[in-house]
């Protein structure tokens, strides 16, 4: 099992930053992929970005590419995800998972075995 524990959300304007941080632990390894992903009120969930942690390689959703970055701290075992020049379309609640078996960072949610409860970002205008 795998634990994810999301925080880091809250209340920007327009143009701002957050850093959003995704804590793992129990069956925790180097080598996952893990997700970030948001849901805004009545939409479906949306890919946002993806690493896989033992190559760093990095996969975005071309509508924050640019904006959002995502690192990791494996000796941590947490995840960020810097989110810049924030969009009031950016408002939603923000997911990390994590994807154990993925051999490359992937945007399908049915990839991804273990999610947090999230955390909820809300951009004003």
């Known amino acids: 099992q795998v634990q994810l524990v999301e925080s880091g959300g809250g209340l920007v304007q327009a143009g701002g930053s957050l850093r959003l941080s995704c804590a793992a632990s129990?069956?925790?390894?180097?080598?996952?992929?893990i997700g970030w992903f948001r849901q805004a009120p009545g939409k479906e969930r949306e890919f946002v970005i993806a690493?896989?942690?033992?190559?760093?390689?990095?996969y975005y959703n071309g509508s924050v590419k640019g904006r959002f970055t995502i690192s990791r701290d494996n000796a941590k075992n947490t995840v960020y995800l810097q989110m810049n020049s924030l969009k009031p379309e950016d408002t939603a609640v923000y997911l990390c998972?994590?994807?154990?078996?993925?051999?490359?960072?992937?945007?399908?949610?049915?990839?991804?075995?273990?999610w947090g409860q999230g955390t909820q970002v809300t951009v004003s205008s």
């Open positions: 690493i896989k942690l033992n190559t760093y390689s990095i």
């Open positions: 129990g069956r925790t390894f180097s080598n996952y992929v």
């Open positions: 998972a994590a994807a154990i078996r993925a051999l490359v960072p992937t945007m399908s949610p049915k990839d991804y075995d273990y």
